[in-house]
């Protein structure tokens, strides 16, 4: 039987199960499917080299669907080859044709997008959210080549998305890092939701727009087996990526629902018999002979050994900063946050290979240049793409490595929908937002960040489906704390964001003070009223609680650097004879604010003001006067803590 005649039988049965999962749900995306399904059945069905029974095994090929909606002509390929679901190996088990119909259902591994996470680990990420698979298969690339592993990485994406300009920062970053192991499938079917694409969007003009961005490209007829065989085999023997552009049919097989209007609506119930007979009227259109076990070749990938998981000893505070070059900082004991992030980074690289990260242009001030500079084959620069950052970080995650992604905390509110994907994903990602707050001042607020903390803090009151949070944060007040936050997100599995600050501040702590996930330290001792605060802020509080105890006020002040805390002992630390609480930090509401207040209000037994960023910020000077402008100076706080005191 010839190989065409295999790849139509197939795509035509796996189009009848991509119709009837969907009508099962009520919901999905059939004519989407049935345009990926020759390009879906040639690479699972012959091109690809992975394990159905293993799709655990970091040595196979991988296919990530940006074209998140499509997915059910994936799943329909993954039950014919027997593919095995589930969200451990403890708990492998084949996926049968008939739970294919369990599609969208919420105790099924088969969700509405890819999601890996819900026990379909053929995937690396969650998509769906367009224009992100690219960056996830730059990272899964890099981190291929880091490991020295012999794997492909297919990526289906949509002309539709392909307007996304996170789809161009991955095309740049792949070709500049010269990543041939990675190959851009553009499935140009030339519709999108509320109508046709763009002229723009045309298959002429992505294989254009792919050869200028330094990629060789392929125009095919994506319902062309042997072209797309040829196509796909040919691609990785390139010396540069290759994009193939493939000209498809969106509802391939099904004239009746190939109007433009048809994208996301099921087939109903009554039509289905008539969808079937038109896909099987296909065989005889096309001349298909019926097929035999022999022709079904699937490659068989040597099996790669997973990074070893354990905890990492960055050893001590002392070390590290003088290993980075900052033992004047050491013996002034005065050092921004930022800076004790790259000496910390630097520190857990040293001690384990999974350490790895990326940048956006601004790692001369996130300070992860210090790793940069001592191991630069553990560093990579995407320049200015915060989008990208988070997806490809997201990749290596998906590849091994613990991936830490820095830029200025503003820069980084650009990739929040990456960030939420990738908390879907479960990606073991840890993200550092330098330059937060308003303490920067003369920048202005074009490069402050005021929402990261509240966004931040939504997620890790959310459980992740393993009794951990979605993500956690860290608010480091100076530099020991900085630096033991760093190695905490490295040893927790999970998402991870700290946001460090530019100025120099005096040390707090001592270097062997203990920092972990949902942590907080009293700093000072008092009975009056209870101070809640983080980050640069604990700075200028302390100094007016200092001037307070020499009049006889007595403030106690806690250090909440670590969101999930635990409320209940919080509150019992925070505990005053007024049985009243301050909050004080420098960015909106939302925050910490949001997060002692709605403690207290549950527990019932304390009254809470608060102290944030009320009115939009502009440039100033100093520190001091942003603090003035913003009505968070030491004068302020001293002023709202004596009206709070009658």
């Known amino acids: 039987m010839a190989f065409s005649d295999f790849i139509h039988d197939k795509a035509i049965e796996l189009g009848k199960d991509s119709i009837r999962m969907t009508t099962a749900a009520g919901s999905g995306h059939p004519t989407s499917s049935l345009s990926i399904i020759h390009i879906v059945t040639v690479l699972m069905h012959d091109v690809m080299n992975y394990d159905p029974a293993d799709p655990w095994n970091p040595g196979s090929d991988r296919l990530v669907l940006s074209e998140g909606h499509a997915v059910p002509a994936v799943y329909a390929a993954y039950a014919d080859v027997a593919g095995v679901v589930g969200k451990s190996r403890a708990e492998a088990r084949v996926l049968k044709r008939d739970e294919l119909i369990e599609l969208r259902e919420a105790d099924s591994v088969l969700d509405g997008h890819p999601n890996p996470a819900e026990g379909f680990p053929f995937f690396d990420a969650a998509t769906g959210s367009l224009g992100q698979g690219l960056s996830v298969a730059a990272g899964l690339a890099l981190a291929a080549r880091k490991r020295k592993i012999d794997k492909k990485i297919y990526t289906i994406i949509g002309d539709g998305e392909s307007r996304e300009g996170q789809i161009w920062e991955a095309m740049d970053f792949i070709a ?109 259109k096309l001349n298909v002979n019926a097929p035999t076990a022999e022709d079904a070749v699937i490659g068989k990938p040597a099996a790669a050994v997973a990074m070893e998981r354990k905890n990492i000893n960055a050893g001590s505070f002392d070390n590290a900063l003088r290993d980075a070059g900052f033992g004047s900082a050491l013996e002034k004991k005065e050092m921004a946050t930022r800076r004790a992030y790259g000496a910390a980074l630097l520190a857990l690289a040293k001690a384990d290979p999974r350490i790895v990260a990326l940048d956006g242009d601004v790692s001369n001030s996130t300070f992860a240049e210090v790793l940069g500079k001592a191991m630069p084959d553990r560093f990579f620069e995407c320049k200015i793409a915060e989008q990208h950052v988070i997806s490809a970080a997201a990749g290596m995650a998906a590849g091994g490595f613990v991936p830490f992604a820095s830029s200025f905390a503003k820069f980084i509110s650009r990739a929040y929908d990456q960030i939420e994907m990738a908390q879907i994903t479960r990606a073991n990602i840890k993200i550092v937002g330098s330059h937060a707050g308003i303490s920067l001042a003369a920048d202005g607020p074009s490069q402050m960040s005021l929402h990261d903390v509240a966004f931040f803090r939504c997620a890790t009151r959310a459980d992740n489906g393993n009794g951990s949070p979605a993500s956690v944060s860290f608010q480091p007040s100076d530099a020991v704390a900085a630096f033991h936050c760093t190695v905490a997100m490295a040893n927790h599995e999970g998402m991870c964001y700290m946001r460090t600050h530019r ?28 101070i809640i605060s983080a980050g640069y802020m604990i700075h200028p509080v302390r100094d007016v609680i200092s001037k307070l105890a020499g009049e006889g006020i007595k403030c106690k002040l806690i250090d909440a650097y670590s969101f999930p805390f635990d409320e209940t002992k919080l ?71 004596r009206g709070l005191l009658g």
């Open 176 to 284: 500049e890092n010269k990543l041939t192991n990675v190959v851009a499938i553009f499935n140009c079917n030339g519709h999108g939701q509320a109508g046709h694409v763009s002229v723009q969007q045309s298959a002429e003009s992505v294989a254009a727009k792919a050869k200028a961005f330094g990629w060789h490209a392929m125009s095919i007829d994506g319902h062309n087996p042997d072209a797309v065989r040829e196509a796909l085999i040919n691609a990785t023997k390139q010396d540069k990526p290759t994009a193939i552009i493939a000209k498809t049919t969106k509802g391939w097989g099904c004239p009746t629902i190939q109007d433009v209007s048809n994208h996301g609506k099921p087939v109903p119930k009554d039509k289905l018999d008539a969808m079937f007979a038109e896909l099987d009227s296909m065989r005889t």
């Open 503 to 530: 100025p120099d501040v005096p040390f707090i702590y001592d270097a062997n003070t203990e920092f972990k996930v949902g942590g907080f330290h009293t700093i000072n001792e008092g009975d009056d009223l209870t």
């Open 571 to 641: 509150l019992a630390a925070a505990n005053n004879k007024r049985n009243r609480i301050l909050t004080v930090e420098d960015n909106y509401i939302g925050g910490l604010a949001g997060a002692v207040a709605e403690a207290a209000a549950r527990a019932g037994t304390m009254r809470v003001d608060s102290m944030t960023c009320d009115r939009i910020p502009k440039s100033a000077r100093s520190p001091e006067a942003i603090l003035e402008y913003t009505g968070l100076s030491p004068a302020h706080i001293e002023k709202k803590i």
